[in-house]
Nanobody, 126 residues
Framework: VQLQASGGGSVQAGGSLRLSCAAS????????MGWFRQAPGKEREFAAS????????SYADSVKGRFTISRDKARRTVYLQMNSLKPEDTAVYFC????????????????????WGQGTLVTVSS
């Protein structure tokens, strides 16, 4: 599985960005796709995830209500729409994936995902 993240950039607080993660290499039925982020000097943390089949979503409390994860099966792409951005959202964002039957709500750790893309930097200025 190859994952290619894009869409990062610099934005002022209150602004919006949309990240994309293009997936290739296989079919993605029964897969969970996720976004993690890593701020400078901090550990990588879960942001959001979505099941490929049904589009069921899960969010970290820190982004709930501001970020929306979605997927386009035809384009084999997962998106992270980020609105009302805050300086504390500044981080390198990574997309991840795993074929699993686990409940999406339990998949919050890096070790829960087996495939990773390169990161894309999001900088939010105050």
């Amino acid at each position: 599985v190859q994952l290619q993240a894009s869409g990062g950039g610099s934005v002022q607080a209150g602004g919006s960005l949309r990240l994309s993660c293009a997936a290739s290499g296989r079919t993605f039925e029964n897969w969970v796709m996720g976004w993690f982020r890593q701020a400078p000097g901090k550990e990588r943390e879960f942001a959001a995830s979505i099941t490929w089949n049904l589009g069921t979503t899960s969010y970290a409390d820190s982004v709930k209500g501001r970020f929306t994860i979605s997927r386009d099966k035809a384009r084999r792409t997962v998106y992270l729409q980020m609105n009302s951005l805050k300086p504390e959202d500044t981080a390198v964002y990574f997309c991840a994936a795993r074929r699993t039957v686990l409940s999406i709500a339990t998949m919050r750790a890096e070790s829960d995902f087996s495939s990773w893309g390169q990161g894309t930097l999001v900088t939010v200025s105050s």
